[in-house]
């Protein structure tokens, strides 16, 4: 059978579940009064984040860094009362959250100094020069082999009657980062038990030193002065920057920046600040830096010193032969030119180079989340790395982002 416009008629029965009758007797049923109602179970309550609440703006994740192209001076004391005045700077002028210094800074980098070194064979001379060198380095507190946590929470052994380690530099730091509110991150000639490392330190205003790492690979004459240090110290530190800023942020030190695997390292950390303190001021370390910024999606800081040769230690000068005459004449020449920079996460120079230009600052104020939108197409730790297949470990270091 069918209905209007051809539609066929369809008896639908009805399934709806009967409602039992109550059989009870009227004189014996229950006053509606006797009767209470289920208590319903309470609703779970969420609180949401502050920043995914829909009632709250999304907070800002600008913040403002700055590079300091700045040079060793003659002194270790000296050096530091510069890296106070140039951090008062960075925040006084341009509120500046972090601050990057040069590798080397504190203690300084031997340009143009022989040590007397040859294949098989060193002058006296060199040994002394050596020992002007230990002079001027720093003493952290750290043991040769490198503390790590022990160290950053104070757990070392100190002197009777004394309550620190080291030569009191930590503590200098720490209270240039709380006075100023700036996170100094600065390259360091560090001295522990017979021999020099180079290595870069981390201080937070709140936190005080958070981290230490010492370079893993020295190049070329370097590796006569410096030992190696452990690559487990590679590790990125996360904290939060004045403003609220959480950041995750991790140094490699000048030509570990050449090392591929050693870059991943700190990419499989997920961090969004690199920072390249280094001694090269060849042309070919912008298109380094710009390679690393757009490879990691993250900020790359680089910081070099600008020094002439008149500036150099005198016991560079002096025991290298340079007395009046022919040194005099080549007073004024850089012996390192600077190029200090600051990239952003695609790879674009925001700040610098910053060429024959003697204590100068570069500033730049950015948004962390450029990173997040670097990583649509590219995060060459996670979906561009085919972790299926390839397969990265380093000997005790966790390459996991830090909490």
Known sequence: MTTQKGFSKIAFRNTRTAVPQDHTPSNERKPLSSYHPRTPSPTPTYTMPPSSSPQSPTPSKTLTLAVSQSRTLSTLPSTLQALSQTTTLASTRHSASLILFPEAYLGGYPRTCSFGAAVGARDPRGRDQFLEYWRQSVDLGDTPAGAGEEWVERRLPTRTGEGRRGDGTREYLEQVARETGVFVVVGVVERAGGTLYCAVVYVDPGKGCVGKRRKVMPTGSERLIWGQGSPSTLKAVRTTLKGGVD????????????????????????????????????????????????????????????????????????????????????????????????????????????????DELLVATIDLEDCERGRLDLDVAGSYSRNDAFKLEVVGLDTNPPP
């Open 247 to 358: 950041i995750t942020l991790a140094a490699a030190i000048c030509w570990e920046n050449y090392m591929p695997l050693l870059r991943a390292s700190l990419y499989s950390q997920n961090i969004n600040i690199y920072l390249a303190p280094t001694a090269d001021a060849r042309d070919t370390w912008l298109p380094l830096m710009r390679t690393i910024a757009c490879e990691g999606r993250t900020y790359v800081l680089s910081a070099n010193q600008c020094v002439k040769r008149k500036d150099l230690p005198p016991w560079i000068r002096r025991l290298e032969g340079e007395v009046n005459g022919d040194a005099t004449e080549k007073d004024e020449e850089f012996v390192s030119p600077g190029g200090s920079c600051i990239i952003g996460p695609l790879g674009e120079v925001l700040k610098g180079p910053l060429w024959e230009k003697e």
